[in-house]
Structures are given as C-alpha cells and as structure tokens.
C-alpha cells in the first residue's frame, strides 16, 4: 500500500521526535522509540546546527547596519560626514569651518597644503602635524588617497590629482599630539579653499560627501544641531550627475538639535555631491550638521 505523505505530514508528533512510518490494515501510525534531526550544511559542506538554551534554540539577529559595520557585508562600507560651521550667514553655506558654499572642481588637480602654524611641519620636525592624509576621489570618480609630509606654512603639493576632497586627517604629529595651526587644502592656484582642519582637530569637518564611481550610497540619517540664539534653516541637498543641486530635506532649528530618520534610506547614484547647507535668521549662528548610511558595490 503506498504511503499518504500529505497525511503523515499534516499528524501531530512530539516536538523534536520523528519516528519510521509503519503501516498495518491501511493506517499509518508513528513508532515511539526513533529520534530523527534536521541537520544543517553551509557552503563549505560541513554540518551545523542551531544551539539550544533549554530545549528552545539560542538566536541572536544583528541588524543590518552592524553586519556592515563588522566588515561581515561584501562590498559594503559605512559612511559618517561630520561637519561644524561657527559663523553662518544669512545667506546658504555649507555646514564646514570655511563659512561659504563649498567650490568643487571640475578637473583634477595636484593640491597645495599647508598650515597656518610653522609647528606643523614633518621635516625638520615640528611639535604638531608632521604628516596630513588626503583622501578623496579622481577624475573617474574613483577612491585615491595621498599622505604629504607637512612643511609649516609652505605649500606642500600633492603628486596625485583629486577632483574631490572627502577628508583630510593628520596622520602623525609632534610633541602636542595634534595640529597647531589650520590646516588647509586648497586647489593648484592656491585660490580656493577645498577642505580645512580646525586647530587641534585632527581631521577636517565637513557636513559633505561625493559617491564614488560603481558605488551606490544609502542614507539612513541626518543630524543637526544650532546653539547660538541666532536661529537657522538647515537642509540637505544633493546633485545627482549632470543635475542641479535640489534640496530634500530641511529644518528650522533654535538652540537645539535634532535627528532626521530616513525610514526608507534614500538611494543615491554614484557621482553624486552631497552636503548639509545652513542659513542663519540672524547672522552669526554655531550649527554642527552631520549624515549617515553605508555604500555598496553597484
């Protein structure tokens, strides 16, 4: 007689206990003295299975965010831009230390850094920055880095041409463990400032970020902040590729802060120039502003 399955499958058996089907006069009935298992094989093809606490199984889910986070995610990597603007205008500028809308460039160019305290310097040694790491992307978009050896407040110049700045990091310093001065990235003519390290900073910061080619950028949070009784707008705007700069989000904030969720994450395409901007009510005003989310391989 063949063996209803959808029956044995639909019959109620002990929790953990499968026994051999035996079959007499046409009814199927279960033995009580087997034990079966589910087993589990990963992509090596070796067996596992889920621990138990107790009889019941020991879980434990990482979110998403901390998988990336702990490099567990291929081709995946969390992105946090930070930046502090203490003297805002009525005008638009973007939430960095240099308190204008920030120039990008449309070509590559080898970078002039220098510093504004003679300390800063790797040879001979000075007390503060000896060493700054430029890291930024070039002209295909793609991710480069350069570390130059400071020269006080001589210019320095890259050897590797950057169309965008996404940091500037001291990377070794003197005595005093920090830069002495501010330090400053500026184009080949030395006209425009590209990116500055506040006094005893370390790094620069800059409420602002270029996806590189072949990635795509998600962003699942904004922050700001404003703490000078002067009251500002502040938004977060984006140019995709070939776009005009839109603004997707924004806030009116007095002496306070506050946390923009974005419950679905905004997708944005490679190439595109992010970045906080803020324009104060009245001149003057201390905003911080900041964003994060991850990239992945497109």
Request: net charge negative; glycine share 8%.
């Amino acid at each position: 007689m063949a063996i209803d399955f959808v029956n044995l499958l639909n019959r109620s058996v002990r929790s953990g206990h499968l026994d051999p089907v035996i079959v007499a006069d046409g009814e199927i009935t279960l033995k009580s003295n087997s034990v079966s298992a589910v087993r589990f094989i990963d992509e090596s093809g070796d067996i596992y299975g889920p621990k138990q606490i107790d009889g019941k199984l020991r879980t434990s889910s990482m979110p998403y965010l901390y998988d990336i986070a702990e490099g567990n995610v291929p081709d995946h990597s969390a992105v946090r831009r930070f930046g502090h603007n203490a003297n805002v205008a009525v005008a638009w500028e973007t939430v960095y230390n240099v308190s204008n809308l920030k120039t990008y460039l449309t070509a590559g160019e080898r970078l002039k850094i220098t510093s504004s305290s003679a300390a800063d310097d790797g040879s001979p040694l000075g007390n503060g920055a000896r060493t700054v790491t430029i890291t930024g992307l070039d002209d295909n978009y793609a991710i480069i880095s350069e570390t130059v050896v400071m020269n006080g407040v001589a210019n320095v110049l890259t050897d590797a041409f950057f169309l965008r700045i996404s940091c500037l990091t001291v990377t070794t310093a003197g005595a005093t463990g920090y830069n002495e001065g501010t330090i400053t990235a500026s184009d080949n003519a030395d006209a425009i400032i590209l990116e500055q390290i506040e006094i005893q900073k370390n790094t620069s910061l800059c409420a602002c970020y270029t996806v590189p080619a072949g990635y795509t950028f998600y962003v699942t949070q904004a922050m700001v902040t404003e703490a000078s009784s002067k009251g500002s707008q502040l938004g977060f705007w984006v140019r995709m590729f070939g776009v005009l700069w839109t603004m997707q989000r924004t806030v009116v904030l007095l002496d306070s802060g506050s946390v923009l969720p974005m419950t679905i994450p905004m997708k944005l395409p490679s190439k595109t120039d992010i970045e906080i901007r803020a324009k104060a009510v009245l001149a003057g005003a201390n905003v911080t502003a900041g964003f994060e989310g991850w990239i992945e391989v497109t």
